[in-house]
């Protein structure tokens, strides 16, 4: 934390490193602790994933960052700003994707999304904007009546259309069907290119792996890996990799599985999966928890 | 497909940050919700449909009856103003309280809340929104009591504190409701104080129709706001009591609605 670097500096083009700073934060409802300790930063300019199961914690944690929540104990800093106490300084400069609604039900795509852009000094152009995420399919239908991909591209253009620095967006492709998908990823690796912050929080372990620099794993509001995709995926002692020359046919696949069994029972090993194929971040996740991530 | 490339070429995601000034985010947020206000069917038939009903009901089934009022003058000249007061009631109380726990239950007001309009600036935007709906309800009110032979002789003054002040009383009641409450239980009690005071209120009928319940309806907002204008159209005179209870009612409005309101 360099209080220092906090100021009312307008945007320059350089923005403070990291972007983003999460120092020992502390959540808790009632008894339930949503977020225990959490330390993690972004580099500016990056897109750095969230990644953790449902009810890791993600969501407060995005939400403390946008300002909408009081961390209880532990310090956030955005771009060199407290969220809560330099809010209205901080908010021009950030965009946010919530997860769900945030529009009015009867409101059309096209006029929320334009409303969104009149509240900026300088937005997007609504026309282009709206064409790359296909939002003029969703014609005068009422928001309550656009589907749940439509409701969240609609969600993505609000968050970028102010020009933000940095944009924070939770499961952005929830709900999306393939196509929305890659157009959301493209999108979201060109905010990159275009010098924007992108955080993202997932517990689709594909969409971690193709789109993000950083990977954040979070279970239980506690941070329990951290690197880029490929560092977390090169795996440790605990991982064993077998390459062989050519695709196993299902005999031998077979075959290989019941002697590593035998050779487990043997040793006292516990195997905790086989994964014929590239190991992934699944692979990672399930190492480091014991399960698999889908599961609560 | 060469369309969409020409679009996806123009568009420059280099940040560029910036609130719009404060005016135009407030006009921006204001028009938006004039426009939902008057697109919503129930809102438009709570708005405009019931008080032209009620106006032109009143008026015929008054004059048909030989309903008998303490004041002599005819009953359009009476109804009127009366009606103009429950058009504010509705937009101010019911659409707002309605809305408001609407926006709050699927976010709307969330989202806002992480975009540069400060919370005093959407509080300006309804605020200037009700104010237009109001207008046009006036407007048309006024047309159908000119219709019915109405001949007002307005005092301004009176009249623009009365919408004014109870614009102020009613929303900040509304918005007190719409915080308080979910958004299904809003609607509810939105609607049914809105048919106790219409009925029982001093709203359309001056409280001398009421018999000694007269003296209590007069410390209601809606009795108040009835009697106010209805003073600045019958006889062009500015309702100082009135107008003081209404001014009552904000500050309580205001106060429940500081102390208890939730965005989100």
């Known amino acids: 934390m360099k209080a220092g670097s906090a100021g009312p500096s307008p945007y320059t083009g350089a923005v403070p490193q990291p972007a983003v700073e999460v120092a020992d934060l502390r959540m808790t409802y009632g008894a339930k602790t949503a977020v225990d300790g959490l330390s993690l930063s ?29 961390p209880q104990s532990g310090t956030v800093r955005i771009l060199g700003l407290d969220p809560v106490s330099q809010r209205r300084e901080l908010l021009p400069r950030i965009g946010v994707m919530l997860q769900g609604q945030g529009a009015w039900s009867g409101v059309r795509a096209m006029e929320m999304l334009r409303h969104v852009s009149r509240l900026h000094a300088h937005p997007l152009p609504i026309e282009p904007l709206a064409d790359r995420l296909g939002l003029h399919e969703c014609g005068r239908t009422p928001y309550r009546r656009l589907s749940g991909g439509q409701q969240q ?34 999108l979201l690796r060109e905010l990159r290119e275009s010098g924007v912050t992108v955080v993202l929080t997932t517990h689709y372990l594909e969409e971690a792996e193709q789109l993000a620099d950083q990977v954040h794993i979070i279970d239980h509001g506690r941070l329990i890996a951290s690197g880029t995709p490929e560092e977390l995926t090169r795996g440790s002692s605990a991982t064993v990799r077998l390459v062989v020359d050519h695709e196993l046919p299902a005999a031998a696949e077979a075959a290989l599985r019941d002697s590593v069994a035998l050779w487990s029972k043997e040793h006292e090993v516990g195997v905790r999966s086989i994964s014929f194929g590239s190991r992934t971040l699944e692979d990672v996740f399930l190492e480091l928890t014991g399960r698999g991530i889908g599961h609560e | 497909m060469s369309d969409s490339d020409a679009a996806i070429a123009a568009l420059d995601l280099t940040p560029r940050p910036g609130s719009a000034p404060f005016s135009r985010q407030v006009l921006a947020q204001a028009s938006m919700e004039a426009r939902l206000m008057l697109r919503n069917g129930e809102q438009l038939l709570l708005a405009v449909v019931v008080p032209v009903l009620i106006l032109v009901g009143g008026v ?24 103009i007061a429950l058009a504010v009631m509705s937009t101010s109380f019911t659409s707002l309280a309605i809305a408001t726990g609407f926006e709050r239950r699927y976010g709307v007001i969330k989202r806002l809340g992480s975009s540069p309009l400060p919370k005093s600036g959407l509080l300006l935007g309804k605020i200037l929104a009700l104010l237009a709906v109001q207008l046009v309800q006036i407007i048309l009110i006024g047309l159908v009591g000119q219709i019915l032979g109405w001949s007002p002789k307005p005092g301004v003054l009176g009249a623009f504190l009365a919408v004014a002040l109870g614009t102020a009383a009613f929303a900040s009641l509304g918005l007190f409701v719409a915080g308080m409450l979910r958004a299904e239980a809003t609607l509810a009690a939105a609607n049914l104080i809105y048919l106790l005071l219409m009925a029982g209120g001093a709203v359309v009928l001056p409280v ?32 100082w009591r009135d107008l003081g209870v209404l001014a009552a009612w904000s500050v309580l409005g205001t106060a429940l609605t500081a102390k208890t309101f939730k965005w989100e």
């Open chain 1, 42 to 70: 972004v580099e500016a300019g990056s897109i750095t994933a969230v990644l953790g199961p449902n009810g890791a914690g993600k969501t407060t944690t995005l939400e403390t960052c946008e300002g909408y929540r009081k």
């Open chain 2, 60 to 83: 015929t089934a008054g004059e048909h009856l030989d309903l008998k009022l303490d004041d002599p003058r005819p009953l359009v000249d009476i109804f009127t103003p009366g009606v």
């Open chain 2, 208 to 239: 001398s129709a009421y018999g000694g319940f007269g003296h209590v309806a007069r410390w209601l907002p809606s009795g108040a706001l009835g009697e106010a204008m209805r003073g600045a159209f019958l006889d062009g005179s500015v309702s």
């Open chain 1, 153 to 186: 591209r609609l969600g993505l253009a609000m968050a970028i259309v102010g020009r933000p620095e940095i944009v924070f967006v939770d499961e952005p492709t929830a709900g999306m069907d393939p196509a929305a998908r890659r157009t959301t990823w493209e």
